[in-house]
Structure formats: C-alpha cells, structure tokens
T-cell receptor
Framework: GNSVTQMEGPVTLSEEAFLTINCTYT??????LFWYVQYPGEGLQLLLKATKADDKGSNKGFEATYRKETTSFHLEKGSVQVSDSAVYFC??????????FGRGTSLIVHP | DGGITQSPKYLFRKEGQNVTLSCEQNLNHDAMYWYRQDPGQGLRLIYYSQIVNDFQKGDIAEGYSVSREKKESFPLTVTSAQKNPTAFYLCASSPTGYSYEQYFGPGTRLTVT
C-alpha cells in the first residue's frame, strides 16, 4: 500500500534560517504529492502540490520538487519567519480514493 | 466564497450522550471525509463518501456513524459507544478521482466529560 514518511519534529529554527522538512513516499504508479500546513486550532490548508516527476510546487516562499528517482518531496524555504510556525503534513494521492498523510512535522520559529 | 464549514467550533458533552458534528461544503465536490486528530498525532480516517447515499468505513469507524443524504452535507455522529471521543474532528472534501487535493474545514473540538 501507499505510505508517507516525514521527519520527526519539532524542528526549531531562528527567524531567517533555512528550512528543510524531509518527506519520502512509497506508492504504486504515479501519485500526486502535496504539502499541507496546519496552524494551531485550525484545519489543514494546501500549501503546494506537484502532479508529476520533476515538477516543482511553490507557494509563499516554500518549494518542493517531485523526485521520482529518490521517491522524495522535501519541503524547503530559504528564510523562515515566526509566522511560519505550524505543523506541516506531506501527503500523496493516487491509486486509491483515500489519500495518504504523513504524521506531520511541527515547526517552531523563534525571533 | 466556496469552502467547507464545520459547526460548532467547540462542543461539550456529557459521557453517554450522542453528538452530531456538522459538515457542509459548497464546492460541488463529490467526495467527503471525516478525520480525527489527537494532540501531537496525525490524521486518522473515520469515514468517507464518494457519492450521495454511499459511504465507507475508514480506519477507526467504531463508535461513529455518518449519513450522506445530500451532496453538500456529511454529518458525523459520535455515539456513546466511542470509548474516547474527546478529540479534534476535521471534515474534508475533494473532487472525485484518485489524484486530487483535499479541502479542509476549520475543525470541531469535541470535549466529553
């Protein structure tokens, strides 16, 4: 079956630091890949997506590239802000009506 | 504005009472989902529905029930049989198909004492 593995948190950074949150997946076929963000007490919001190999999704300074050869979709941002503090979920959809989510990675950004 | 609404935001109930959580969407999506989220945990699928009048159990359906009488609505009932109902409940929808992203509501935090 499909699975998503993302790095354990919390990830703690100072403002303006570089962010990487690792995500790897196992899936049959060619899934679509997503990053969602969840702010405290809220639902998840789609942050970015990629639908085929080598696609780069980007939004609000965040980027992730669909790497089929390494089955990865790592999230990056060049300079984080305090307002980026949230939980980030990697997910895939493909081959099933049920998407597969990672366990989430908490990001804490200090001023 | 298109989106998903969940009500209420906070819900308190006494143990032994059934409670129904509302989920409505105006995105014209066929598929709808209910998830449960516990502190520091990921999402666990309770029920999902691909079409009106049809729904399937997810990973943790015991103690929950749903209905899908209208495309726009997918209410979740937490029954007294659910042993640990206190949690954050999230509703989501998506277009039908294998590869689409999900759109989430703001969530309902249920506390049972």
């Amino acid at each position: 079956g499909n699975s998503v593995t993302q790095m354990e948190g919390p990830v703690t950074l100072s403002e303006e630091a570089f962010l990487t949150i690792n995500c790897t997946y196992t899936a049959t076929g060619y899934p679509s890949l997503f990053w969602y963000v969840q702010y405290p007490g809220e639902g998840l919001q789609l942050l970015l997506k990629a639908t085929k190999a080598d696609d780069k999704g980007s939004n609000k300074g965040f980027e992730a590239t669909y790497r089929k050869e390494t089955t990865s979709f790592h999230l990056e941002k060049g300079s984080v802000q305090v307002s980026d503090s949230a939980v980030y979920f990697c997910a895939l959809a493909g081959g099933s009506y049920i998407p597969t989510f990672g366990r989430g990675t908490s990001l804490i950004v200090h001023p | 504005d298109g989106g998903i609404t969940q009500s209420p935001k906070y819900l308190f109930r006494k143990e032994g009472q059934n409670v129904t959580l509302s989920c409505e969407q105006n995105l014209n999506h066929d598929a709808m989902y209910w998830y449960r989220q516990d502190p520091g945990q990921g999402l666990r699928l309770i029920y999902y529905s691909q079409i009106v009048n049809d729904f399937q159990k997810g990973d943790i359906a015991e103690g929950y029930s749903v209905s899908r009488e209208k495309k726009e609505s997918f209410p979740l009932t937490v029954t007294s049989a659910q042993k640990n109902p206190t949690a954050f409940y999230l509703c989501a929808s998506s277009p039908t198909g294998y590869s689409y992203e999900q759109y989430f509501g703001p969530g309902t935090r249920l506390t049972v004492t």
